[in-house]
T-cell receptor, first 116, second 111 residues
C-alpha cells in the first residue's frame, strides 16, 4: 500500500529556532497538504499545495511558515522562528485528484514538534 | 469561516453497546469524510459521503449524510475493543477545497 512518509518523527527545538519538516507524498498524487494537531485537539488545516504553489492557507499559516517542493518528490514545511505554541504533531497528506473518491486524504505518520 | 462541530467529545461504552457520533457543519457541504485515529496514530480514512441523504455501511459501522448536506453521523453497533480511537468527521465545502475537521469523538470501550 503506498504511503506518505514523514521525517523526522520527533523534533525537539529551542524557541526561535528554524525547523524543517519533510514529507514524501505518494508518487502519483498531485495535491499536498499540511495539517497540525495540538495534543488532544482536532486536526487543523494549515496549507494546500498544487502545481508548485500554495492553493489555500489558513489563518494559522502566517509569515513564519513556508512550504516548498524543491525536487519534485519532497514536500517541506518550514517554520522560521518557532514559538512554544507551535508544539504539535504535524501531518502531511496528499490526494490524487479533486474528484469524488480521488480527494481522500492519505496522511503520513506525523512529525511531532516540541518547542522548549 | 466554515466550522464543523462534532459531539460528543468523549464516549465511554461497555463492549457490546452501541455508539454514535454526530457532526454538524455551519455551511452546506459538497461531501463529508470520516477518519479514525488510533491513540498515538494518524487519521485513517474510513468513508466518504457525497449525496444528500446517503447512507453507507461498513460491517458494524453505519454512516449517514443529512438531507441538507450539513450534518452527518457515524453509528457503531455492538462496539468491540478494536473500535477504540478518535473518530473525526471532515467536511469539504466545494470539491477540491480544504477539508475542515470536527473536534473528534474519543471512544473508549470497556471489555
Amino acid at each position: 500500500e503506498p504511503e506518505v512518509t514523514q521525517t523526522p518523527s520527533h523534533q525537539v527545538t529551542q524557541m526561535g529556532q528554524e525547523v524543517i519538516l519533510r514529507c514524501v507524498p505518494i508518487s502519483n498524487h498531485l495535491y499536498f497538504y499540511w495539517y497540525r494537531q495540538i495534543l488532544g485537539q482536532k486536526v487543523e488545516f494549515l496549507v494546500s499545495f498544487y502545481n508548485n504553489e500554495i492553493s489555500e492557507k489558513s489563518e494559522i499559516f502566517d509569515d513564519q511558515f513556508s512550504v516548498e517542493r524543491p525536487d519534485g518528490s519532497n514536500f517541506t514545511l518550514k517554520i522560521r522562528s518557532t514559538k512554544l505554541e507551535d508544539s504539535a504533531m504535524y501531518f502531511c497528506a496528499s490526494i490524487f485528484g479533486r474528484t469524488s473518491g480521488a480527494n481522500v486524504l492519505t496522511f503520513g505518520a506525523g512529525s511531532r514538534l516540541t518547542v522548549l | 469561516g466554515q466550522q464543523v462541530m462534532q459531539i460528543p467529545q468523549y464516549q465511554h461504552v461497555q463492549e457490546g453497546e452501541d455508539f454514535t457520533t454526530y457532526c454538524n457543519s455551519s455551511t452546506t457541504l459538497s461531501n463529508i469524510q470520516w477518519y479514525k485515529q488510533r491513540p498515538g496514530g494518524h487519521p485513517v480514512f474510513l468513508i466518504q459521503l457525497v449525496k444528500s441523504g446517503e447512507v453507507k455501511k461498513q460491517k458494524r459501522l453505519t454512516f449517514q449524510f443529512g438531507e441538507a448536506k450539513k450534518n452527518s453521523s457515524l453509528h457503531i453497533t455492538a462496539t468491540q475493543t478494536t473500535d477504540v480511537g478518535t473518530y473525526f468527521c471532515a467536511g469539504q465545502r466545494n470539491q477540491g477545497g480544504k477539508l475542515i475537521f470536527g473536534q473528534g469523538t474519543e471512544l473508549s470501550v470497556k471489555p
